[in-house]
């Protein structure tokens, strides 16, 4: 059974960094995609960065594009999200999600919270002076 737990949110001011882990277990699928999405209180759940793993490639929403980055640690079945200039309109529960895939020839480059079925539990983060 795939578990995501998710850590690293906090308070932090604007302009300010954090990074958020999210530990990846229970895996099997030799592709996969994962993403971190983000829910503000009344607005939908949307796509922040996500990672195809068939062809390398990640999606970066434009609000956080040059400000936050995806990256992986596949020693520690870990994914981490380095957020940096961080603005309040970032504030949001932060969830990290992934999906097996079943081709190598996988190839949306996307990040649609439909397209995937197992999430953690979230993270808050939280920008404010």
């Known amino acids: 059974q795939v578990q995501l737990v998710e850590s690293g949110g906090g308070l932090v001011q604007p302009g300010g960094s954090l990074r958020l882990s999210c530990a990846a277990s229970?895996?099997?699928?030799?592709?996969?995609?994962i993403g971190w999405f983000r829910q503000a209180p009344g607005k939908a759940r949307e796509g922040v960065s996500c990672?195809?793993?068939?062809?390398?490639?990640?999606y970066y929403a434009d609000s956080v594009r040059s400000r936050f980055t995806i990256s992986r640690d596949n020693a520690k079945n870990t994914v981490y999200l380095q957020m940096n200039s961080l603005k309040p309109e970032d504030t949001a529960v932060y969830y990290c999600?992934?999906?097996?895939?079943?081709?190598?020839?996988?190839?949306?480059?996307?990040?649609?919270?439909?397209?995937?079925?197992?999430w953690g539990q979230g993270t808050q983060v939280t920008v404010s002076s």
């Open positions: 999600a992934t999906e097996p895939l079943y081709s190598a020839s996988y190839s949306p480059n996307r990040c649609l919270a439909d397209e995937y079925d197992y």
């Open positions: 229970g895996f099997t699928s030799l592709y996969y995609k």
């Open positions: 990672y195809l793993s068939t062809y390398g490639s990640t």
